[in-house]
């Protein structure tokens, strides 16, 4: 398998062969009662969270729109935003190759419906069985095969789901990248390996394996997990271990060397964490059925907390299904971001897709962006 090269620098000739648009979902929240403002959304300020036009959900209507479309891939846990659906339906049934891949236990209407249209829809991951979850299909991204040279990877921490594309907290990464790359070969490899996933893990590992190319000379390279999880875990602890800055934001967090990293680092280090605000609820509310599966995750931001790092929670609105669900770290030269959460499940169990960024500018969007959702979020002792 492939070798992830930690830390290219960031002027290296080959900066340039990816062209990376960010953007983060930037709630438009109205004022409530107790709540800090610009944090707490309802579905009542969905309208106003998807107006600007340069906003995730309309840049990703207008590619699924775009005429030059031969073959769009969507690969999610869930989905079940209405509009992109439609968009979709539309695509397929002017003659785009339309694909959908979804986990095996998720809702499965919408999907169906573009099913209907003529796109082909393919369940990943093994059901429950006896109790046991089997495989989970965590991937996050859509993939845009085009007439031209160039094709477009969209990559999320967010699902196609009404609040991933609104009021959540969330981060897409739009990637023009010739065909030929190998960024887009090993995303083309990926979707062809995921559709083998159907017959479990060792069927993607070693599908996956096959088709596989060398991306450490390009300013992004891909991590495929769970057949890439022991790179990425030896990448995360290395990285925090080696940072004067480690910015962390994750949804879900229960992974031990991550912590076992973090108490490693010298304490005058600028290490941060943001989480939901769902994991302080958890510590406070351990029977509630809201909050029950959040427990062990509260256990261990506690003792995350030990070491040092500076914590802060979003919070949210869990009514609106509302959350802080980002899952990146910033380092001093670069950026890990995917659809994962720093959990067991996330960084060595999954279906995930991972990014390793090597590009300043990318970086300092990234710390931006962080500074504003850190002054966003609260100290425990704030909520209330």
Known sequence: MRCVILFLLSFSPFALAQEIELKFTQPVCKEYPGKPAGAFCTREDVASSTADEGGPLKSLLREVQDRQNTKITMATMTFSHKAVGEALCQAAQRGVEVQVLIDAEAEAATAKSVEACGAELTLIGAKE???QRGDLHHNKFMLFERKSSKDLLVFATANFSNPGLSINF???GFVTAEKQSAFMKNHRCLVDSLINASSGRRAFRAALEKCMVDDSHESIQSLFLPTESKNLVQLVEQSIAGSQ???MASNRFSFSPVIEAFAGRA???DSRAIFDDDLFWAEKLPNSDQYSGNVLDAQRINE????????????TSFEAAQKMHNKFLILDEMVIV????????GMTQNFENFYVINDQNVVDEFASYYEQ???LSSLKREIK
């Open 373 to 375: 959702l850190w002054d």
């Open 304 to 315: 995350l907390a030990k070491t040092g790092v500076s914590i802060r929670y979003t919070q």
């Open 170 to 172: 969330e981060t897409w």
């Open 338 to 345: 995917g659809a994962g959460n720093f959990t067991s499940g």
């Open 267 to 269: 304490q005058n280090r």
């Open 129 to 131: 069985k006896e109790g």
């Open 245 to 247: 800055r480690v910015w």
